[in-house]
């Protein structure tokens, strides 16, 4: 099973896999909590990154909504933690049933009746307002009040109930998003990423050589959704509190695509080095900043702003390729051509 998913693999990419994954495993080890911190940060955007490549990167479809889908899987888990005592893990079916679909519902209006690009980019971010809108008024969830979960103070972490330390959630959004990668992984090399990537590149042509694409556009909807519900799962537990405001605004779903932007659109790693890159490098300087006593409010929009144009106009297929060429390693255990 593991030689089947390592093969084509070059020996050099396997060597650099095994080191990151190492150093990602002992960074709680040498990491004080502020740095902790900023790897939950960097992982979290890596895997909401890759979720949304499905759509993008792999099958061609821009959401501009995605935050849609972080904040149903969010509120679901938290209403069935806080109003039924339900168990994360036991509700995360039920946010991934709700956030799914979601997008189904949006996809089939969008695909049945042929709209696509700009258009499907604009509907999306419809759907992310109504949201935002309807859940102000929604006051079993807390409406525009927030949403707030208990909080316990635990000498040892409560997996179960994503109760606990920093360290704890380190390690389960590493999971995710190694589980992310995986999965991308398998997706791209299945019948189905291929047939993904006909549609992204020629959709028209895709349709004339039988492929249903209507049909495989859902699956990449349907499936992107539902993985990007389990960040929202992650982000209410971790963060305790949700506001209609914060969640659903669409400068979250401007956070989400950033990463893979910045490191390759439909790359594997690209949403990993470009959360890296973003959130790394931002926060290190709004440190440096603040050491230095200056502190100009929305620094870190400005960069990455910069890091946006930058790599639109010096690397438009984002770092990640160019690095890959740079390391000598095969582009095809990267990106499917």
């Given at each position: 099973?593991?030689?089947?998913?390592?093969?084509?693999?070059?020996?050099?990419?396997?060597?650099?896999?095994?080191?990151?994954?190492?150093?990602?495993?002992?960074?709680?080890?040498?990491?004080?909590?502020?740095?902790?911190?900023?790897?939950?940060?960097?992982?979290?955007?890596?895997?909401?990154?890759?979720?949304?490549?499905?759509?993008?990167?792999?099958?061609?479809?821009?959401?501009?909504?995605?935050?849609?889908?972080?904040?149903?899987?969010?509120?679901?888990?938290?209403?069935?933690?806080?109003?039924?005592?339900?168990?994360?893990?036991?509700?995360?079916?039920?946010?991934?049933?709700?956030?799914?679909?979601a997008g189904?519902?949006?996809?089939?209006?969008?695909?049945?009746?042929?709209?696509?690009?700009?258009?499907?980019?604009?509907?999306?971010?419809?759907?992310?307002?109504?949201?935002?809108?309807?859940?102000?008024?929604?006051?079993?969830?807390?409406?525009?009040?927030?949403?707030?979960?208990?909080?316990?103070?635990?000498?040892?972490?409560?997996?179960?109930?994503?109760?606990?330390?920093?360290?704890?959630?380190?390690?389960?959004?590493?999971?995710?998003?190694?589980?992310?990668?995986?999965?991308?992984?398998?997706?791209?090399?299945?019948?189905?990423?291929?047939?993904w990537q006909?549609?992204?590149?020629?959709?028209?042509?895709?349709?004339?050589?039988?492929i249903?694409?209507?049909?495989?556009?859902?699956?990449?909807?349907?499936?992107?959704?539902?993985?990007?519900?389990?960040?929202?799962?992650?982000?209410?537990?971790?963060?305790?509190n949700?506001?209609?405001?914060?969640?659903?605004?669409?400068?979250?779903?401007?956070?989400?695509?950033?990463?893979?932007?910045?490191?390759?659109?439909?790359?594997?790693?690209?949403?990993?080095?470009?959360?890296?890159?973003?959130?790394?490098?931002?926060?290190?300087?709004?440190?440096?900043?603040?050491?230095?006593?200056?502190?100009p409010?929305?620094?870190?929009?400005?960069f990455?702003?910069?890091?946006?144009?930058?790599?639109i106009?010096?690397?438009?297929?984002?770092?990640?390729?160019?690095?890959s060429?740079?390391?000598?390693?095969?582009?095809?255990?990267?990106?499917?051509?």
């Amino acid at each position: 099973m593991i030689a089947r998913l390592l093969q084509g693999v070059p020996r050099r990419a396997l060597a650099l896999l095994v080191v990151l994954l190492a150093v990602m495993v002992g960074a709680p080890f040498f990491a004080n909590d502020y740095l902790l911190t900023i790897l939950i940060l960097v992982l979290y955007f890596a895997y909401v990154g890759q979720c949304w490549n499905i759509m993008m990167g792999f099958a061609g479809q821009l959401s501009l909504g995605h935050a849609l889908y972080v904040g149903l899987g969010a509120y679901t888990s938290a209403a069935l933690y806080v109003h039924f005592g339900i168990a994360p893990w036991l509700g995360l079916p039920v946010a991934i049933l709700v956030a799914a679909s979601a997008g189904a519902f949006i996809g089939f209006l969008a695909f049945r009746f042929r709209v696509s690009g700009v258009y499907f980019a604009i509907l999306t971010i419809a759907f992310c307002e109504f949201a935002r809108i309807g859940f102000d008024h929604f006051r079993w969830v807390g409406g525009s009040g927030g949403f707030f979960l208990p909080v316990t103070n635990y000498t040892q972490s409560d997996l179960w109930n994503l109760r606990g330390k920093p360290v704890m959630f380190y390690y389960v959004i590493l999971a995710l998003t190694l589980g992310a990668l995986l999965a991308c992984h398998l997706l791209l090399r299945s019948r189905m990423g291929f047939f993904w990537q006909a549609i992204r590149e020629d959709e028209v042509a895709a349709r004339a050589l039988g492929i249903n694409t209507f049909r495989y556009k859902m699956y990449a909807v349907i499936i992107s959704a539902g993985m990007t519900s389990v960040a929202g799962v992650f982000f209410a537990f971790y963060y305790n509190n949700l506001f209609p405001e914060q969640v659903f605004h669409i400068s979250r779903s401007i956070e989400i695509i950033l990463a893979p932007i910045i490191g390759g659109i439909g790359t594997l790693f690209g949403p990993l080095l470009g959360a890296l890159l973003l959130t790394g490098i931002a926060e290190g300087i709004w440190e440096l900043m603040n050491a230095l006593g200056f502190n100009p409010p929305g620094a870190k929009q400005v960069f990455y702003g910069i890091c946006l144009l930058a790599v639109i106009m010096l690397l438009p297929n984002g770092v990640w390729p160019s690095l890959s060429r740079a390391l000598g390693l095969d582009k095809r255990t990267d990106k499917e051509p």
